[in-house]
């Protein structure tokens, strides 16, 4: 959790993408010179269908307020069926999620293709402005605060 | 212990007009494992490039952090200074600081600190690099083309004439496939059989092209460079190396009334046939299903009047195996049958027949010499109804596409009636006119101008007969969708244009992928147009769509290019961030279970099954193997493989977790 | 002697089978598996309402892997594990020989793979009422109170990995629990890596869970853990009509996709 000067609420974003379509996306943004919410700092994978379940996961453990998951749209993946095995995956994995009791809205899916940088801005835009309504993940870092405690006795 | 080296570029002001480059890189430089942190104005220039350079010799560095732009802008740049340091290439990673920075925020400490946290994040991964090599496949230079129409016959003559071999392999009987059924050709007129049986008599000379005939692929193993390609030789009931194709057992043959395939069923021909005369190569085959001696155990008439003892009843199926580089598929398409438009009397009505028909009897090698005879009594018709997107745009019918090249055969037909049958009426029934090609369109006026084709914008609802006339009902749109009903003698119907049979199992037996029609699916729809998902396998032609005799050529050339391409080096170089699967100490050997669920996972059937044998070579356990000629890098399985068994280069799993909490905790 | 027993000796007897994998009585009203070598041991073998554990788990334990001459007594969760396992690749046609029960009691021999996915189609699949139930009494709860209630079971987890050893479908060699480069789950039973845990087993059971509740019922503070795992079963089979135990060519459901898989949650 970041604090600015104001003292609102600034989540801790990562965001997860795929090299071919959101990362190139996200550099349209760049070249298109859109401006976004510094929050949100991206990871390159090759492909969403690279992206493992237990990496959203280690993101929480780490203090992630919100994630966002990005890659190409259907019948785009450059790996022709990637983003198909990922969609499966996160269809099990989001309902597990909120089966839980974790806020499945600290996750946002979307594809977002090599020419969409305008999407890529609204995406991080829309996203950082629904984690700041859902505030701090505070039941995630209440237990991350007892297993420091925990591992340090 | 690492020595990393981390570079913060300006990149001008690109960078530093809205990140304090000197704070990321005087923070930098504390981060453990940094040995050296430093900024400069433009990275990318030679002072720059020169500035890593020195760093890796001075401080012997074990990896190396560019903080610049995008590593899809410089990525490579970088990676050469690198490798011309002495520093494997892979241990050098880019910190997005431009795109994914300073362009999209303003100034701020915010922009500042995301620029530190992205540039800790890349420092993390880079400690973790392995040193990689890439991966050389040697490549065998024979290319298996399945098909031999034009696709096919153009694309092994580009490959042999540069010196590559190429083993042709044909399903029927003769080489040409549709284009030697063909009268003459859009838009120029010129026939079709004087311009591709040249070809074809070349595919038989060139002493780099072996050719079977009358042989399907059986089955096809191996990879890209290393194929291994097993071809059923069907049966000719001949031995080729005797037959001199003199045509003396055709003449005796008594069986005289079997529907030639050829003439589409308009002609006859015998059960020792050649399928037409200018066949490649012109050695008959017999047709077992209808031979006389293989019904009834007796005839044997060619057998008696062969000269050169060439018959051979009791011939088996033969196999040959080829082992080869890349394979090409060119298997065509083929044409919707009788059974698809009952309301059209197709198949009920001898005189309501196909495109392919009509260009039988068009034809002056066909069989009524080339006039227009209709095949019911052989009486020249009057008036003539062509029906455009037979079966074609009709989501009702299970085909939204249109098959592209009716539009312009159609007009064709027109207008080769109208040469040959002066008094005649043509009429076509059409929805709209595509005719998009060089003189495409100028020929189409010139049906409609000069031979005077009576075009109707509408559909044709029902085709009936009465008083021995075709009775054909349809609209015309063009006039407020009033009915229109033509007395033909006869109807052509532009019958839409759909995988060749057998595509799906020949797509199966490859692992290329094909569409819901059973085409098959190119790598990218514009800019991979001659290739499969699977490396080493391409198309061309009317296989992946309807297609042109000239975009047909084209894409065939196009094909031979790319294959010609590979084969102009030894080794294939692959970009070494593909997955494995780990292995260990005995005795456990890998992690794997062998569940081989991640099998059905990879998009291009890298995976496959790898036996880990003891010194005796007892079969220890059965793991899953990645080809790493096949591979791709989507790293999929990597993350379906519950025991983490697989890993994925460059982005294993020890760097993308340093990553996340790199990224996310501030030292 | 009942029939099981009687049966059981006579294959022993045979000298064509030379362990019977079954259930004999335990204490307190409960069944526990027994491995039977010896015709005379026969008659410790039951097979009645108390049987309920999978044994399916015990096909591919080292010891007896590689006896190619034994028998076992199945319940319907162990035969649905057995089909999944063989849809996996752990078990090997022709390796066991498997006696299941009709409903009359009859004991049925099912000496193959076919056999005895044959046999399983005629098995319900799915939740009983009261499982059910259970998962309602969750779902219906707010996001709140789910947190709540699954914050207070994980934090009594001791991490006994009982659930892993209970469950035949939990054969890896190498857990990713135990992989410590990278550290994927903390080490000490703290909530957060308990949570961990138990959301990464489930995620590993999708499509491949049997529903047997197997994991439940071994945790020695009566977590009720197996829900987690009928969660994935169940939005395996919403999702993609996909059922685990019931194909022995089956893919797995995270293997495969269809263009037209349906979500409502991605932008």
């Known amino acids: 959790m970041e604090t600015n000067n104001t003292n609102s609420f600034e989540p801790k974003v990562v965001a997860f993408v795929c090299n071919w379509c959101t990362y190139a996306g996200a550099d349209l943004t760049g070249t298109s010179r859109i401006k976004y919410a510094t929050n949100v700092k991206i990871i390159r994978f090759p492909c969403t269908g690279r992206i493992d379940f237990m990496l959203l996961m280690k993101a929480f453990a780490n203090g992630a307020d919100g994630i966002i998951i990005s890659g190409c749209h259907p019948n785009d993946c450059h790996y022709t069926s990637g983003n198909f095995h990922a969609r499966r995956r996160w269809m099990i994995f989001r309902n597990l999620l909120d089966f839980i009791g974790v806020d499945v809205n600290r996750i946002v899916f979307s594809w977002v293709s090599a020419a969409e940088g305008a999407k890529w801005a609204e995406v991080v835009n829309e996203s950082v402005d629904q984690f700041r309504q859902l505030g701090p993940a505070t039941s995630y870092q209440k237990l991350i605060k007892n297993s420091e405690f925990q591992e340090v006795e | ?667 | 002697m009942n029939n099981l027993q009687q049966k059981a000796q006579q294959l022993l007897e045979s000298g064509n089978y030379g362990l019977i994998v079954g259930y004999e009585k335990g204490t307190s009203g409960k069944a526990r598996p027994v491995f039977i070598r010896k015709a005379e041991h026969a008659s410790k073998l039951i097979f009645d309402e108390s049987c309920d554990q999978n044994i399916a788990v015990y096909l591919y334990r080292q010891e007896i892997k590689h006896n190619k001459k034994k028998v076992i007594v199945a319940n319907h969760h162990t035969l649905k594990s057995i089909v999944e396992l063989a849809a996996e690749n752990q078990v090997f046609d022709g390796d066991f020989m498997v006696l299941a029960f009709a409903e009359n009691g009859d004991i049925i021999e099912l000496n193959t793979f076919e056999e005895i996915e044959k046999h399983v189609a005629t098995l319900y699949h799915g939740l009983t009422e009261a499982e059910a139930a259970m998962m309602k009494k969750i779902e219906d709860m707010s996001l709140e109170d789910r947190w709540a209630f699954w914050e207070n079971e994980f934090s009594k987890c001791i991490k006994c990995y009982a659930c892993r050893a209970s469950c035949p479908m939990c054969y890896c060699p190498t857990c990713t629990v135990e992989i410590n480069q990278p550290q994927w789950i903390s080490v000490p039973s703290h909530t957060l890596g308990n949570l961990e845990w138990h959301v990464m087993r489930a995620m590993h059971l999708a499509g491949r869970c049997v529903t047997c509740g197997q994991c439940g019922k071994a945790c020695p503070l009566e977590l009720p853990i197996q829900l987690l795992t009928y969660k994935v079963a169940l939005d395996s089979k919403q999702f993609f009509d996909s059922v685990a135990g019931t194909s022995i060519c089956a893919d797995n459901a995270l293997a495969i996709f269809k263009p037209e898989d349906h979500e409502n949650f991605i932008r």
């Open chain 2, 1 to 667: 212990m690492a020595r990393i080296g981390v570079f913060i570029c300006h990149c001008g002001e690109n960078i530093s007009a809205t990140v304090d480059c000197e704070k990321v890189a005087k923070v930098a430089s504390e981060f453990p494992g940094v040995t050296v942190s430093v900024d400069y104005k433009y990275m990318c220039s030679d002072p720059g490039q020169n500035m890593v350079k020195e760093a890796i010799l001075e401080h012997n560095l074990t990896g190396v952090v560019v903080s610049a732009c995008s590593p899809r802008m410089h990525e490579p740049t970088f990676r050469n200074a690198c490798a011309e340091a002495g520093l494997n290439p892979f241990l050098c990673e880019m910190a997005n600081i431009r795109e994914h920075c300073s362009w999209v925020h303003e100034k701020s400490d915010a922009t500042t600190d995301k620029a530190i946290d992205i540039v800790r994040t890349l420092v993390e991964k880079v400690k973790r690099n392995e040193a990689l090599a890439p991966i050389y496949v040697p490549i065998t230079k024979t290319a298996v083309v399945i098909g031999g129409g034009v696709a096919g016959i153009q694309a092994s003559l580009d490959i042999a004439d540069a010196g590559h071999k190429v083993v042709l392999v044909e399903r029927e009987p003769s080489i040409g496939g549709h284009m030697s059924q063909l009268s003459e050709t859009f838009p120029t007129l010129d026939c079709s059989q004087c311009i591709l049986t040249p070809r074809m008599v070349d595919v038989a000379r060139h002493p780099n092209i072996t050719l079977y005939t009358y042989a399907e692929i059986e089955s096809v193993d191996g990879s890209i460079g290393n194929f291994n390609v097993k071809i059923r030789l069907k049966s000719k009931s001949l031995d080729e190396k005797l037959c001199t194709g003199c045509g003396a057992c055709i003449q005796k043959c008594p069986v005289k009334k079997i529907p030639s395939e050829f003439e589409q069923g308009l002609g006859k021909r015998t059960a020792i046939y050649v399928p037409f005369p200018q066949a490649v190569p012109n050695k008959p085959v017999i047709d077992r299903v209808n031979c006389t001696y293989y019904i009834k155990g007796k005839c044997k008439v060619c057998e008696i009047v062969c000269p050169t003892k060439a018959i051979r009843f009791d011939q088996e199926d033969s196999f040959v195996e080829v082992q080869a580089g890349a394979l090409l598929l060119a298997t065509g398409f083929d044409v919707l049958k009788t059974n698809f438009f009952p309301e059209y009397g197709y198949g009920k009505y001898e005189d309501v027949i196909d495109g392919l028909a009509f260009e039988r009897l068009a034809s002056a090698s066909g069989p009524t010499k080339g006039e227009i005879r209709r095949p019911s009594d052989g009486e020249i018709p009057k008036k003539i109804v062509f029906i455009a997107c037979a079966g074609s745009r009709d989501p009702a019918k299970g085909i939204e596409y249109c098959s592209k090249i009716c539009c312009m055969y159609t007009a064709k037909h027109a207008m080769l009636y109208k040469h040959k049958v002066h008094e005649g009426t043509p009429y076509i029934f059409y929805m709209d006119i595509r005719a998009t090609g060089k003189m495409y369109e100028e020929f189409v006026r010139r049906a409609i101008e000069e031979d005077e084709v009576k075009y109707i914008r509408g559909r044709v609802s029902q085709v009936y007969e009465k008083n021995g006339k075709l009775i054909v009902r349809g609209v015309d749109t063009l006039l407020m969708g009033q009915a229109v009903e033509i007395e033909a003698d006869m109807v052509v119907l532009a019958t839409a244009g759909i995988a060749s049979p057998g595509s799906e199992e020949l797509a199966q037996k490859l692992h290329v992928s094909y569409d819901k029609h059973k085409f098959f699916s190119e790598a990218h729809p514009k800019l991979k147009p001659v290739e499969t998902n699977t490396a080493g396998i391409y198309l061309a032609g009317a296989c992946q769509s309807t297609k042109d005799i000239p975009e047909t050529v084209a894409a065939a050339s196009g094909a031979a290019a790319k294959i010609a391409g590979l084969f102009s080096n030894d080794l294939l170089k692959r970009d070494p961030l593909i997955a494995v699967v780990k292995k260990c100490a005995p005795p456990l050997y890998s992690s794997c279970t062998g569940c081989f669920m991640c099998i059905p996972v990879c998009p291009y059937q890298a995976i496959d099954k790898e036996e880990i044998k003891d010194r005796s070579g007892n079969i220890i356990k059965t793991i899953s193997h990645i080809n790493p000629g096949l591979c791709q890098g989507c790293g999929t399985c990597v993350a379906f493989c519950k025991s983490k068994s697989i890993d994925i280069l460059g982005y294993n799993h020890d760097q993308v977790c340093a990553e996340v909490e790199a990224l996310l905790n501030e030292w």
